[in-house]
């Protein structure tokens, strides 16, 4: 079967850096995506991987190794309006994302 | 503005009845996607359209249907609602759905069905 997993529930400090881990096991990779999802609102678009290595954009960076099966998205200098759900995905042989159940971000002052 | 909208944003629905999810997108994408987000489980794919005309089962369609008459407009029913299929329901789209391109999401459409 295919499978997603990250951490049900991290809590980090506002200003400090969190590190969220994804392992996957899918049929096939056609790449690796994160997305934010605030509490009642819709998923959105953070990064996408590929390749090997990190991809930085602003204080957001993820890191995908395949021979690994592991991602991690890396959150810097954490503001209160981080809290949020991040779902990790993964692009399947057909082409269909599946999806880790997410992991809860909790920020503290 | 561009993007997508889902209709109703919430409903409560008797068992046994029938009810149609309407998805909009103005972004001229080919694919779309039908997702349900149930706790403690990640986005389940229901069903999903490659281009206007054509239309694939996800993980989950049993109970669900869907019809891809034009570009726009992605419609998901429940021909007779049970209790279990109580979620929120996502429409997604994207440029193609093999190429790299992110998912865009609907505001969601919560469902209970009693």
């Known amino acids: 079967g295919q499978n997603i997993d990250q951490p049900t529930e991290m809590t980090a400090t506002e200003g400090a850096i969190v590190q969220i881990n994804c392992t996957y096991q899918?049929?096939?990779?056609?790449?690796l995506f994160w997305y934010q999802q605030h509490a009642g609102e819709a998923p959105t678009f953070l990064s996408y991987n590929v390749l090997d290595g990190l991809e930085e954009k602003g204080r957001f960076s993820s890191f995908l190794s395949r021979s690994k099966g592991y991602s991690y998205l890396l959150l810097k200098e954490l503001q209160m309006k981080d809290s949020a759900s991040y779902l990790c995905a993964v692009k399947d042989s057909n082409y269909q994302l599946i999806w880790g159940a997410g992991t809860k971000l909790i920020i503290k002052p | 503005i561009a993007g997508i909208t889902q209709a109703p944003t919430s409903q409560i629905l008797a068992a046994g009845r029938r009810m149609t999810l309407r998805c909009t997108q103005d972004m001229r994408h080919n694919a779309m996607y039908w997702y349900r987000q149930d706790l403690g489980l990640g986005l389940r794919l229901i069903h999903y359209?490659?281009?206007?005309?054509?239309?694939g089962k996800g993980e989950v369609p049993d109970g669900y249907s869907v019809s891809r008459a034009n570009t726009d407009d992605f419609p998901l029913t429940l021909a007779s609602a049970v209790p279990s299929q109580t979620s929120v329901y996502f429409c997604?789209?994207?440029?193609?759905?093999?190429?790299?391109?992110?998912?865009?999401f609907g505001p969601g459409t919560r469902l209970t069905v009693l």
């Open positions: 997604a789209s994207s440029e193609r759905m093999t190429t790299p391109n992110e998912q865009f």
């Open positions: 359209s490659n281009t206007a005309g054509t239309t």
């Open positions: 899918t049929s096939g990779f056609n790449g």
